[in-house]
Nanobody
Framework: QVQLVESGGGLVHTGGSLRLSCAAS????????MGWYRQAPGQQRELVAA???????DYTDSVKGRFTISRDNAKNTVYLQMNSLKPEDTAVYYC???????????????????WGQGTLVTVSS
């Protein structure tokens, strides 16, 4: 019953900016790492950025210096600020989170990785 909902995608011109948000809700005990992946048509899904509960970040080389990942642990929300967007950034962006969640059964907890539904980012040239 835990779910992630992304928002903030849209259409921008080259050089523009977007801010993506992803909020986790449901029977959450704790969330460890949250991240953003993207998938363009005909391509593999790739990691864009990730952030641990302690604030340690990781970025793919192609977005370093342009994208910034952050999170609000109290709100179980992760953000991706995307600046200086390029056409090659066009993709569906997916949020994910791994952590411990209540199951409603025995054992009462389970460690899982969950995914959002995706939000489309289109950068025109």
């Amino acid at each position: 019953q835990v779910q992630l909902v992304e928002s903030g995608g849209g259409l921008v011109h080259t050089g523009g900016s977007l801010r993506l948000s992803c909020a986790a809700s449901g029977s959450i005990f704790s969330i460890n790492t949250m991240g953003w992946y993207r998938q363009a048509p005909g391509q593999q899904r790739e990691l864009v950025a990730a952030i641990t509960s302690g604030g340690t970040t990781d970025y793919t080389d192609s977005v370093k210096g342009r994208f910034t990942i952050s999170r609000d642990n109290a709100k179980n929300t992760v953000y991706l600020q995307m600046n200086s967007l390029k056409p090659e950034d066009t993709a569906v962006y997916y949020c994910n989170a791994d952590g411990t969640y209540y199951t409603g059964t025995l054992p009462p907890y389970r460690y899982l990785e969950i995914w959002g539904q995706g939000t489309l980012v289109t950068v025109s040239s």
